[in-house]
């Protein structure tokens, strides 16, 4: 991004190629005072970096999380392309929307709203509801065991 000084960049989902295009477009001179802030492209406005992205530097915008900074944020694999994080799922589940969160496929492999099966079950004894595609696992304190910790 040569040529432009003082200029800060907030690096939406689109990745470089779309940050170049609206820098290209928005040239401010804004410099943000606040040590938390950077200057959002699209407003010229200082703002915080989304959820997912990073401060670039001081007053030099967000980027996006790297793959080895908690996984990119994705849910189940985080790999590099072209130098941008990109979020991947494992098999039976597809990305949703967000570009980060893993929604399961059913059988049918079309429907892909999974339910969290944890809602409403009590693990006893302090143990732990896992929710899985279609199923749940209480995961018992040392000492019991059962499907709800119960023995």
């Known amino acids: ?3 432009f000084t003082n200029r800060v960049v907030l690096v939406p ?5 779309s940050a170049v295009k609206l820098a290209s477009i928005f040239q401010s001179s804004t410099v943000c005072k606040d040590n938390k802030n950077v200057v959002a492209v699209q407003t010229g406005q200082c703002t915080q970096c ?5 401060k670039a530097g001081y007053n030099k915008g967000c980027v996006r ?5 908690r ?9 590099t392309e072209r130098g941008v994080p990109k979020c991947s ?3 039976g589940y597809m990305l949703d929307t967000n570009e980060y969160s ?10 892909c709203t999974d339910v969290d099966d944890c809602v409403g079950v009590v693990c006893q004894h302090g143990g732990r509801c896992d929710d899985n595609v279609n199923s749940y696992l209480c995961s018992c304190a040392t000492g019991y065991n059962g499907r709800h910790c119960e023995k």
Not at 50 to 54: A, D, P
């Open 1 to 3: 991004m040569a040529g």
């Open 102 to 111: 893993c929604r399961a496929l059913y059988k049918d492999n079309v429907s």
């Open 13 to 17: 989902s689109g990745g470089l190629e």
């Open 65 to 69: 999380l790297p793959c080895n900074a």
């Open 50 to 54: 989304n959820l997912n992205y990073r």
């Open 71 to 79: 996984n990119g944020m994705c849910d189940h694999t985080c790999l």
């Open 89 to 91: 799922c494992r098999s």
